[in-house]
Antibody, heavy 121, light 109 residues
Framework: QLQLQESGPGLVKPSETLSLTCTVSGGSISSSSYYWGWIRQPPGKGLEWIGSIYYSGSTYYNPSLKSRVTISVDTSKNQFSLKLSSVTAADTAVYYC?????????????WGQGTMVTVSS | EIVLTQSPGTLSLSPGERATLSCRASQSVSSSYLAWYQQKPGQAPRLLIY???SRATGIPDRFSGSGSGTDFTLTISRLEPEDFAVYYC??????????FGGGTKVEIK
């Protein structure tokens, strides 16, 4: 059964870069029908899509975050990663990684448990 | 960017009642790319409905989705205690771009 697990620092200082990794287990990140995405949720608020990546490295980002976001993939480790630069308190959120199936229809069908990241000095 | 507006913000109902949740898009959305998720406190969202009306694996048939164009609906035919949660709609559109609605909380009356 496919599982996703986020990892990374839970505390990041303002103006620094947030870095998270999502490890995929129980299946291959190189499956042709899937993208892999990052979604975040500030405390008490709704969901915001950050961006997605295909195993080939093709990416697409939320335009509101595009200037600060880099998503990369390491197929040898079955992982994909998120970097968000110049963070502020507004970037404090639970960060989720998720699998996005793509074809005649699409949705995020498998999610990691999420990791809380706090931006504070 | 397509904006998804969910209503009502909060729905107060009793177990056994019918819940009707709305998701309205600022411009037409392909039904193929409209999904619904359920989120309980402290948990990740769970996919309920994709393609506007197809239930995801393991989702009970009391959950159903419908709609097209700019108006979509999630219906829970008879609320079970475990159904009290927050529900989000989500669409994939051109650019490409994914957006979520602001959510509807279904609470126990």
């Amino acid at each position: 059964q496919l599982q996703l697990q986020e990892s990374g620092p839970g505390l990041v200082k303002p103006s620094e870069t947030l870095s998270l990794t999502c490890t995929v287990s129980g299946g291959s990140i190189s499956s042709s029908s899937y993208y892999w995405g990052w979604i975040r949720q500030p405390p008490g608020k709704g969901l915001e899509w950050i961006g997605s990546i295909y195993y080939s490295g093709s990416t697409y980002y939320n335009p509101s975050l595009k200037s600060r976001v880099t998503i990369s993939v390491d197929t040898s480790k079955n992982q994909f990663s998120l970097k968000l630069s110049s963070v502020t308190a507004a970037d404090t959120a639970v960060y989720y990684c998720a699998r996005y199936f793509w074809g005649s229809t699409s949705a995020f069908d498998i999610w990691g448990q999420g990791t809380m990241v706090t931006v504070s000095s | 960017e397509i904006v998804l507006t969910q209503s009502p913000g909060t729905l107060s109902l009793s177990p056994g009642e019918r819940a009707t949740l709305s998701c309205r898009a600022s411009q037409s959305v392909s039904s193929s790319y409209l999904a619904w998720y359920q989120q309980k406190p402290g948990q990740a969202p769970r996919l309920l409905i994709y393609g506007a009306s197809s239930r995801a694996t393991g989702i009970p048939d009391r959950f159903s989705g419908s709609g097209s164009g700019t108006d979509f609906t999630l219906t829970i035919s008879r609320l079970e205690p475990e159904d009290f949660a927050v529900y989000y709609c989500q669409q994939y559109g051109s650019s490409p771009m994914l957006t979520f609605g602001g959510g509807t909380k279904v609470e126990i009356k």
